[in-house]
């Protein structure tokens, strides 16, 4: 368990921010040098990062495409390939291997929120939203940062 903590820590550090159901967003955005749609659902954008592509066999790996085509919008809190560089590769072997998929659910399900929430949204103040998980999530950008 603590290094499932530490492999969350660790994937936060590195947090990109991508909001999905577009539909609801007013503009494209870039995420990872690649533009991102607002026609398109997260995971199709997501594809489009190349700084995302540890992310997204990730997700697939975890079987969670479907769940994030679905009815947002959500907010992924991405960590981008930077931030799994960070993780020991023996565990994201291991993570995406069957005995495994199902922490890795967890683990990506907690950077997962449901809605959208934007930069403005939290620069200035401290928040704790509910992740898909039903977990808290603290989030600080009591910074601006």
Do not use: C, R, W
Request: no cysteine; net charge positive.
């Amino acid at each position: 368990m603590k290094t499932i903590q530490k492999t969350i820590l660790t994937l936060t550090l590195g947090l990109f921010a991508i909001v999905s159901n577009a539909q609801n967003m007013d503009n494209t955005v870039n995420v990872g040098g690649e533009a991102m749609y607002p026609m398109k659902n997260i995971v199709e954008n997501a594809m489009k990062s190349k700084s995302h592509t540890t992310l997204v066999a990730a997700v697939k790996a975890a079987g969670l495409v479907e769940t994030l085509q679905g009815k947002g919008p959500f907010t992924v809190f991405a960590p981008n390939d930077a931030a799994f560089a960070k993780v020991p590769s023996f565990l994201l072997s291991k993570l995406v291997t069957a005995p495994y998929k199902g922490e890795l659910g967890l683990i990506l399900k907690y950077h997962v929120l449901s809605g959208s929430v934007k930069a403005a949204d939290v620069l200035g103040k401290t928040s704790s939203p509910d992740t898909v998980l039903g977990a808290k999530l603290s989030v600080n950008g009591a910074d601006n940062k």
